[in-house]
């Protein structure tokens, strides 16, 4: 079954820019969720969506940031316009009902994203 | 506000010696599920455990095995006879409460990194 699917998987742009990060839940998941990865604030969460409805968007740094989950099978993160200190890896991950609880989440491979 | 703390950040063992990364978490919540991730060299997270508020039975997959104790709010993770695969970031995580039909936001611990040395 394939994963969580994330592109592109590098992405290298020039300040100012925009920058557009998409996700592929895996099939009959119904939650969503984006994270940034960095060194000084390791693994935080930026915004997720139950049922393609946003949830909890309380991570989000600034309105530089968007994030869209048109339907079930894709979702999108916007970043403009980009500035240095984005320069993050970005996850997405995607995790399925909760018939007994919260179920693992299960993470793509990540945006590794440089802002020059 | 939940936190999870992992205080080690960086552990260096010789193969076959047993490793024990430790977490402590807080929560205002009577429900909540932690997790742990492993994020091997190569960048990716993989999902090891999940341990239920209302489950304290300690768990044993392979060399893997977790204590949990919610006396002291550890969710400890040891692994045996460590190899050199092994080594890799590894993450805690606590999920509050439950949410009908959809999933709840992890809060991460800041990781340990693991060195096996041969």
């Known amino acids: 079954d394939a994963g969580v699917i994330q592109s592109p998987r590098h992405e290298v742009t020039e300040m100012g820019q925009e920058v557009t990060l998409r996700c592929k839940p895996i099939?009959?998941?119904?939650?969503l969720f984006w994270y940034r990865q960095t060194m000084m604030r390791g693994l935080e969460l930026l915004i997720y969506f139950n049922n393609n409805v946003p949830i909890d968007d309380s991570g989000m740094p600034e309105d530089r940031f968007s994030a869209k989950m048109p339907n079930a099978s894709f979702s999108t993160l916007k970043i403009q316009p980009s500035e240095p200190r984005d320069s993050a890896v970005y996850f997405c991950?995607?995790?399925?009902?909760?018939?007994?609880?919260?179920?693992?989440?299960?993470f793509g491979d990540g945006t590794r994203l440089s802002i020059l | 506000a939940q936190k999870v703390t992992q205080a080690q950040t960086e552990i260096s063992v010789v193969e076959k010696e047993d490793v024990t990364l430790d977490c402590v978490y807080e929560t205002r919540d009577t429900t909540y599920y932690l997790f742990w991730y492993k994020q091997p060299p190569s960048g990716e997270l993989v999902f090891l455990i999940r341990?239920?508020?209302?489950?304290?039975q300690n768990e044993i997959s392979g060399r893997y095995s977790w204590n949990f104790q919610k006396s002291t709010s550890s969710f400890n993770f040891t692994i045996t006879a460590s190899q050199v695969v092994d080594s890799a970031v590894y993450f805690c995580?606590?999920?509050?409460?439950?949410?009908?039909?959809?999933?709840?936001?992890?809060?991460f611990g800041t990781g340990t990194q693991l060195k096996v040395e041969l």
């Open positions: 341990r239920n508020s209302f489950d304290e």
């Open positions: 995580a606590l999920s509050e409460g439950v949410i009908t039909g959809g999933g709840n936001k992890l809060t």
């Open positions: 991950a995607s995790s399925p009902p909760t018939l007994r609880g919260n179920q693992p989440q299960h």
């Open positions: 099939s009959g998941h119904n939650s």
